[in-house]
């Protein structure tokens, strides 16, 4: 605990001098800055590459914390009861005198907002006088992180610091939620549909096709940047073929998600096995028919965005 305090010190010294640094959720790791900066929010679109059009989600302790920053509505404050802290964000309408910086929203009147269950972010969170903006730490378009070390594969010694908590825990983004006007789902996540459906008692649409609302939603996304095929039965000899369970028939070329068929543990896996698959040097990746239901839908979008890649 002591280490972790000093760390979260450490953390605090250079997020108040506008500089970005990793940090853990339980979806994936964040590079984070103070979303009330401009300064420090312009570092984040420079390290990861990332086009000023596209938004950064903006992490709140809790709901007290948010109050000053957005517009909160019935819908929002049951979603919050439920499922924060989190792997789901909201879009919600910003207050005029919020002080987020422009850099953030893009210049609209809305902010996606999330509440991390990460207890050292949390830590982190709660001593801080500002929310952090922290989009997954990668370079723009790539693979999302799942530990300190693919943070530091991606950025090497651009940035200063990043806590350390272990692997992600969910492994998959935060499902985002529009939640200004009718609820619709912008990006599949840590929540699948049917839960929030079911507890919500709605029907939720997903917005395939809009202009950009929130982060997650370009058509080339969470890339290996290698050509990757899906629904692949027979694989090539020379590619890695991945599988969501283990099969009589194995080789050095087979990559399992699960050990027995499950799709949550597929889905936290998914980011961790491209990595690994991307530096055996793999030319090409397949991977077999996965169900489209639950985590399986969310494993599937990731998918087809990094196979648009060619």
């Known amino acids: 605990m002591k280490n972790n305090l000093s760390n979260i010190k450490k953390a605090i010294k250079y997020l108040n001098k506008n500089q970005c640094i990793g940090i853990p959720t339980e979806t994936v790791y964040g590079l984070a800055a103070n979303a009330y900066s401009s300064v420090a929010t312009d570092k984040i679109f420079k390290l990861k590459k990332r086009p000023k059009k596209n938004p950064?989600?903006?992490?709140?302790?809790?709901?007290?914390?948010?109050?000053?920053?957005?517009?909160?509505?019935?819908?929002?404050?049951?979603?919050?009861?439920?499922?924060s802290p989190g792997p789901i964000s909201y879009i919600l309408k910003l207050k005029k005198n919020s002080f987020i910086s422009k850099n953030v929203?893009?210049?609209?009147?809305?902010?996606?907002?999330?509440?991390?269950?990460?207890?050292?972010?949390?830590?982190?969170?709660?001593?801080?006088?500002?929310?952090?903006?922290?989009?997954?730490?990668?370079?723009?378009?790539?693979?999302?992180?799942?530990?300190?070390?693919?943070v530091k594969?991606?950025?090497?010694?651009?940035?200063?610091?990043?806590?350390?908590?272990?692997q992600s825990k969910i492994g998959i983004e935060s499902?985002?939620?529009?939640?200004?006007?009718?609820?619709?789902?912008?990006?599949?996540?840590?929540?699948?549909?049917?839960?929030?459906?079911?507890?919500?008692?709605?029907?939720?649409?997903?917005?395939?096709?809009?202009?950009?609302?929130?982060?997650?939603?370009?058509?080339?996304?969470?890339?290996?940047?290698?050509?990757?095929?899906?629904?692949?039965?027979?694989?090539?000899?020379?590619?890695?073929?991945?599988?969501?369970?283990?099969?009589?028939k194995n080789s050095k070329n087979f990559f399992y998600l699960s050990k027995n068929n499950n799709l949550k543990e597929a889905a936290k896996n998914l980011y961790k096995t491209l990595r690994i698959i991307k530096k055996k040097n793999f030319k090409s990746i397949a991977v077999e028919k996965i169900?489209?239901?639950?985590?399986?839908?969310?494993?599937?979008?990731?998918?087809?965005?990094?196979?648009?890649?060619k």
């Open 175 to 248: 499902t985002i939620l529009n939640l200004v006007s009718k609820p619709q789902i912008l990006r599949l996540g840590g929540i699948p549909k049917y839960q929030i459906k079911k507890y919500l008692k709605r029907n939720l649409s997903y917005a395939k096709k809009s202009k950009i609302k929130s982060p997650g939603q370009e058509k080339t996304h969470y890339s290996p940047y290698i050509k990757l095929r899906l629904n692949v039965f027979s694989p090539n000899k020379k590619e890695a073929f991945v599988l969501i369970k283990k099969k009589k």
């Open 56 to 83: 950064l989600i903006v992490h709140y302790y809790n709901i007290q914390s948010l109050k000053n920053d957005c517009e909160i509505n019935d819908i929002f404050l049951k979603l919050y009861k439920k499922y």
């Open 291 to 309: 169900p489209n239901k639950g985590f399986g839908e969310v494993i599937n979008d990731r998918l087809k965005r990094a196979s648009y890649f």
């Open 105 to 150: 929203t893009n210049k609209k009147k809305t902010l996606a907002v999330r509440f991390p269950s990460h207890p050292l972010t949390r830590g982190l969170l709660k001593k801080l006088n500002y929310p952090l903006a922290a989009p997954s730490a990668n370079i723009s378009t790539k693979i999302s992180p799942v530990s300190k070390k693919d």
């Open 153 to 166: 594969d991606e950025f090497g010694d651009k940035i200063t610091f990043i806590l350390d908590g272990g």
